[in-house]
């Protein structure tokens, strides 16, 4: 029986692990705040925040909860829009009414929680943090500018009371952007009665990573089933840095990676990169491991990792680890080489060093949708600027996210226009795109050889990260 906190009141609930918490949260407590409608994390209406203990406190993310199964939510502070305006509106409610950034009403809670999770997680309060934050809550009514507004307000209102102080939590109470009983949450969690955090999975137990994409597919197929949370793996939840590598534990979400510190000092374009992923909501909870065993062909992720030489390790049953190139991961469409009860522990980046890093995608949207064809490119130049290795890496264009072979001939050459337009003649001819809703294998082909040519004016702009 999974415990949690929702609001102000602890909770113990009969509901099985699988179950999703947005139906907890309205069908069992009766919290009607939080809106049902796409129940594929598209929306953004059923946004909650999700408190989880962890050595330094109690971390606050926005999620959606549609897609988020109970089990892992246990040991956590849930909260919607009912356990924010206790007493009176919040900063942030008060904002949207100044602003007139709500009509129907029916998206408003879930801005309210994003808004409020960008309060939480933003280092610097800045107006670019919020915006990202508000990129999976659609509202149809407004037009989006008043909201824009009051997410300007509330950064304006509060860098210079809250930015730069060491507890952010105590710092939003009394800036009236949280009620006082979060000041009690982390006392409370930590007398829960929860399952210790999880080892090893068991065979017969299916492994959720960020369950993102697993609970848009089977929703209901998971609801019973025996599920374990790699997200309780507190063995898998770290980002270090090594002589050479970048090393990601398999629990580490998309948003972790592209906001840590480790990551940005080596990779700076991983914080604008992997916006393009999904939508904040979703890359809260999403993992960069599961974007990878996914095996989407499109994978953000997988492709930019591809480019940058990426490794796995992968934990067998009994505890036993191998490494394995990311670029002989994939064997297939929708297949890899991951035995029954293996799960990725770990992903190796090799640093940059004096390589440059460039990473292209089209999309119907910019942001918040899936690729028609993208790609990315690791270049290394010797002394004289001659192209000592090349990387280019392409999605949406082969059954598998793709590595492209045979670019060894480019060694020694300028890395110039020219050069770029022959290598992307090079990739175009070497994929084997199919006609789908994104686009025609003509125009895959053709788009993918125009992003190629970019890479290579982005390298000669100097704009490319070195």
Do not use: W
């Not at 990878?292 to 390790?313: E, F, K, Q």
Request: proline residues 5%; neutral net charge; glycine residues 10%.
């Amino acid at each position: 029986m999974p415990s949690l906190i929702i609001n102000d009141q602890d909770v113990r609930t009969e509901a099985p692990p699988g179950e999703v918490l947005l139906d907890l949260i309205r069908e069992e407590r009766r919290l009607t705040g939080t809106k049902e409608a796409c129940r594929e994390g598209e929306c953004g209406a059923c946004t909650v925040l999700v408190g989880t203990p962890g050595p330094t406190g109690v971390t606050y993310r926005a999620c959606a909860s549609c897609l988020l199964p109970i089990g892992d939510v246990e040991g956590c502070h849930v909260v919607t829009v009912e356990g924010l305006g206790v007493e009176s509106l919040t900063v942030v409610q008060r904002l949207i009414v100044e602003h007139s950034a709500s009509q129907c009403g029916f998206c408003t809670p879930g801005i309210v929680l994003s808004l409020t999770g960008f309060c939480l997680a933003s280092e610097t309060l800045c107006h670019e943090d919020a915006l990202d934050a508000l990129d999976g809550n659609i509202c149809r009514c407004t037009g989006y500018a008043p909201i824009r507004a009051a997410a300007r307000g509330l950064s304006e209102d509060l860098r210079g009371r809250v930015a730069g102080k060491p507890k952010r939590v105590e710092a939003l109470v009394e800036a009236g952007v949280l009620p006082r009983y979060f000041l009690d949450i982390p006392g409370r969690l930590r007398s829960l009665a929860t399952r210790p955090a999880a080892g090893r999975p068991g065979k017969d137990e299916v492994l959720v990573a960020g369950g993102t994409d697993l609970f848009v597919q089977k929703p209901e197929e998971l609801r019973e089933a025996p599920l374990a949370f790699l997200s309780r793996r507190r063995d898998l939840d770290y980002v270090t840095t090594h002589a050479d590598s970048v090393r990601v534990g398999g629990a580490v979400t998309i948003e972790e990676f592209r906001t840590s510190p480790e990551v940005l000092r080596h990779f700076p374009t991983m914080k604008s990169d992997l916006v393009l992923h999904s939508s904040a909501i979703l890359r809260n909870k999403a993992t960069l491991t599961g974007n990878i065993v996914n095996a989407s062909p499109v994978g953000d992720a997988t492709i930019i990792l591809l480019a940058l030489g990426a490794r796995l390790v992968i934990e067998g049953v009994d505890g036993a680890v191998r490494e394995t190139p990311l670029s002989g991961f994939f064997t297939g469409y929708k297949k890899m080489a991951l035995s029954c009860g293996e799960l990725v522990r770990e992903i190796v980046i090799p640093f940059l060093g004096s390589a440059l890093f460039n990473f292209e995608k089209v999309s119907n949207r910019v942001t918040l949708d899936i690729a028609a064809v993208n790609t990315a490119l690791r270049l290394q130049t010797a002394p004289d600027g001659a192209i000592a290795d090349l990387r280019v890496s392409a999605g949406g264009v082969a059954p598998v996210p793709l590595l492209i072979g045979g670019l060894e001939r480019y060694h020694g050459r300028k890395a110039d226009e020219a050069t770029g337009a022959a290598v992307a003649q090079v990739v175009a001819e070497a994929v084997t795109p199919i006609d789908d809703i994104r686009g025609s294998a003509v125009y895959k082909r053709l788009l993918l050889g125009q992003l190629v040519k970019a890479h290579f004016a982005v390298i000669t702009d100097g704009r490319a990260l070195r």
